[in-house]
């Protein structure tokens, strides 16, 4: 396509204003990295964004980014919460979807020969795959406390201790929810799934940590080389995807004025002001607490599991939250513009949060350092653990990436792939057992369907948005 981009240093790309654009688009990448982004509709998908109302500075793909619905995965746009408009389509269908790391004290020696008992133990406990139901199954008045409540109500029924929420964003709990906003079919989908993994590209995954870049920081941290640690990803299930439906639907319908002006009618938005902004934000905020108590429920039976293969108490083994980011969100931050401070809602679409340190909204235990920032990679390739960087305030409203990024799509994965080659491929020459719902799930997840991780941390290096911290490699991985 007809897409130009100006070169603005080393791996900064913009897209000039032009037409209908209120701001120009960057575009964060290598020069491969950028080759594989510019493969499908992703740059288009930027571009488009760029004339929504009330955007601010510029739009930001990701060196991980590729095309979305509507918006790509790997997006960031800060839009004028006064002046602008929420955009369910740039928050993304899984609301919150996320991942959090969790520490132990065991090392890869400790665990070495239990693969294959951990992670079939695994696979039994943790519902995974599209039906399958949840840890808990609960009734609809439960799912709206915990719509309302998030991790705390994890805390009082006892399925979390007061040390995880202080490791999560908010603290588990985004306040603007409201229960009320959200539909009784979305309720009714969330009733059977708290506590599962969902669909393939959703994982829980044992790793050792194989590198410590940065020692000082590591230690506040709490990594250390040969530690195993556990990083679960997962979302709001089918309550999330319902409230994107819903609201998606709701807003083509009473803004159809705004949704003409724009290139896409996936870009739907609701006018910042107006009643359907109102409750969509506060429906997504409560699927984001939805998606938190999902993570913990799942965190808490990983615990469960882990005492009952190794013989320990999980308070023994040390089993802590490191902490919990999300990358499907929206959220009211202030943003310093150009000199002057506004309030946007920061649409984060397969972006992570990183704040640098002193930002309030990091955890007290990392503020003098920084925010930590998840980045898996695949199963086949290890995953990263960053620090917020300084730039990433002025480049990127406080975020990089999070993830490798796909590469190849899941109808071309299998036709390229056998998932159980791939299965035995990394069981005998890397030492991951793997264990999925079905082989298609392996093939369309195969290592191969990413981007290269190291690469997309470096340019997060290179550009001083997210600093790398430590580096994990697969032991045992159960696939949604
Ligand atoms: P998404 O949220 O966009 O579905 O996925 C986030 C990222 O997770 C992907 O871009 C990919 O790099 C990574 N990923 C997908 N499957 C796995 C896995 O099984 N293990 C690890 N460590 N990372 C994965
Ligand atoms: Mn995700
Ligand atoms: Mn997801």
């Not at 509709?41 to 991980?64: F, H, S, W």
């Not at 490791?167 to 985004?174: A, F, K, S, V, Y």
Request: glycine share 10%; with cysteine; aromatic share 6%.
């Amino acid at each position: 396509n007809s897409i130009t981009l100006e070169e603005v240093r080393d791996n900064v790309w913009e897209i000039p204003r032009t037409g209908d654009m209120n701001t120009p688009a960057r575009v964060l990448a290598s020069e491969s990295l950028l080759e594989e982004i510019s493969g499908d509709r992703t740059l288009q998908q930027l571009k488009n964004t760029t004339e929504l109302p009330g955007i601010a500075k510029y739009a930001v793909c990701m060196p991980d980014g590729h095309q979305g619905y509507g918006f790509p995965v790997g997006g960031v746009a800060g839009i004028d919460a006064e002046t602008g408009c929420l955009s369910p389509g740039a928050v993304g269908y899984d609301i919150n979807c996320g991942v959090r790391m969790m520490r132990t004290n065991l090392t890869y020696e400790d665990l070495k020969g239990s693969e294959p008992e951990l992670v079939e133990t695994l696979f039994e406990s943790v519902p995974c795959g599209l039906g399958g139901g949840g840890v808990l199954e609960k009734d609809r008045e439960t799912v709206e406390e915990i719509l309302a409540d998030g991790v705390e109500w994890a805390l009082n029924a006892g399925y979390a201790v007061e040390e995880d929420l202080r490791r999560c964003e908010d603290e588990g709990r985004r306040t603007d929810a409201d229960p009320d906003a959200v539909s009784q079919e979305a309720k009714d989908r969330g009733k059977s799934q708290i506590g599962s993994l969902g669909s393939g590209n959703h994982f829980l995954e044992v790793q050792r940590v194989t590198d410590v870049f940065d020692s000082e920081i590591g230690d506040t941290y709490g990594l250390k080389p040969e530690q195993i640690v556990v990083l679960i990803h997962t979302g709001s299930r089918g309550l999330g995807h319902q409230v994107c439906t819903d609201y998606l639907d709701a807003i083509e319908q009473s803004h159809s004025e705004l949704l003409e002006s724009l290139p896409d009618t996936e870009l739907a938005a609701a006018p910042a002001g107006s009643e359907l902004a109102a409750s969509y934000y506060a429906a997504m905020c409560a699927a984001i607490n939805f998606a938190w108590v999902n993570r913990q429920v799942v965190m808490h039976r990983t615990r469960e599991v882990f005492e009952e293969v190794f013989g320990r108490s999980w308070e023994n083994m040390e089993m802590e939250l490191l902490y919990d980011v999300a990358h499907n969100s929206a959220k009211l931050e202030s943003h310093d513009i150009d000199g002057e401070k506004r309030e946007l809602y920061v649409h984060r679409k397969g972006s992570t949060r990183a704040f640098p340190a002193g930002r309030e909204e990091v955890p007290e235990t990392y503020r003098s350092v920084g925010q930590p920032v998840l980045i898996p990679g695949s199963m086949g390739a290890g995953s990263y653990v960053l620090c917020g960087g300084e730039a990433a305030m002025t480049e990127t409203f406080g975020s990089t990436a999070h993830g490798a990024g796909r590469v190849m799509s899941r109808t071309q994965a299998k036709q390229e792939f056998w998932g159980g080659d791939v299965q035995q491929e990394l069981q005998d020459q890397q030492h991951v057992y793997v264990k999925a719902d079905s082989g298609a799930t392996v093939a369309e997840e195969a290592p191969d369907v990413y981007k290269d991780v190291d690469e997309v941390v470096a340019v997060s290096e290179a550009l001083g948005i997210g600093d790398p911290i430590a580096r994990t490699f697969p032991v045992c991985n159960i696939k949604g």
